[in-house]
């Protein structure tokens, strides 16, 4: 398996556009996760779904992030209007709930810059 | 929730152990403990997870004594490449069916100098 794939790696971006940021997670895997990692606030957890279903998206900062996912093998994290304070490293995550310890599998991140 | 408190930063040198210590004095019953590590430029990668006693597994040892309120990550004769962020985390597997969110904060930054 190629792992949790995300895209784009880098995206730099003006104040006002709208982002799509997209993740495929590992087959088989139930859960998925969208993270933001900044140096200030360090990895904070966005929202997660179980079965494409979202369980918590508490960690949405705000109403302009939004997040899907249309069915197992794909999930976007959109930002509209992004702000420069949206600058930072989005990394996605799958597992497989079920077995004891819900190891997370990380993928790349996007390094997203709005200018 | 489960807050966890692990030092910012940590040097060591080569082909020395180390010790990563996380106090989480409010766990929960049915939490576990799970560290992961973090290279620049690359999300987190499962290191290893426990719930008592003791753990290990080829790339390193978890201890957590009987109150649970404490573990310390081992890492056997540490090289260059261990240079790395190590998170400690403590929380409920999320197949237990609650929304309890596993907070990350900014974990430890490990500088192994040769």
């Known amino acids: 398996d190629a792992g949790v794939i995300q895209s784009p790696r880098h995206e730099v971006t003006e104040m006002g556009q709208e982002v799509t940021l997209r993740c495929k997670p590992i087959?088989?895997?139930?859960?998925l996760f969208w993270y933001r990692q900044t140096m200030m606030r360090g990895l904070e957890l966005l929202i997660y779904f179980n079965n494409n279903v979202p369980i918590d998206d508490s960690g949405m900062p705000e109403d302009r992030f939004s997040a899907k996912m249309p069915n197992a093998s794909f999930s976007t994290l959109k930002i509209q209007p992004s702000e420069p304070r949206d600058s930072a490293v989005y990394f996605c995550a799958s597992s497989f709930l079920g077995l004891a310890g819900d190891e997370q599998f990380f993928g790349p991140g996007t390094r997203l810059t709005v200018l | 929730l489960a807050k966890t408190t692990q030092p910012i930063s940590m040097d060591s040198y080569e082909g020395q152990e180390v010790n990563i210590t996380c106090s989480h004095n409010n766990i929960a019953t049915n939490d576990y403990i799970t560290w992961y590590q973090q290279f620049p430029s690359q999300g987190p990668r499962f290191i290893i997870q426990?719930?008592?006693?003791?753990v290990t597994n080829e790339v390193a040892s978890l201890f957590i004594p009987a109150d649970r309120k404490s573990s310390t990550l081992s890492l056997p004769r540490v090289s260059l490449s261990d240079t790395a962020v190590y998170y400690c985390?403590?929380?409920?597997?999320?197949?237990?069916?609650?929304?309890?969110?596993?907070?990350w904060g900014l974990g430890t930054s490990l500088a192994v100098n040769p």
């Open positions: 426990g719930y008592k006693t003791k």
């Open positions: 087959s088989g895997h139930n859960s």
């Open positions: 985390l403590v929380g409920e597997p999320l197949w237990a069916g609650n929304n309890r969110k596993l907070i």
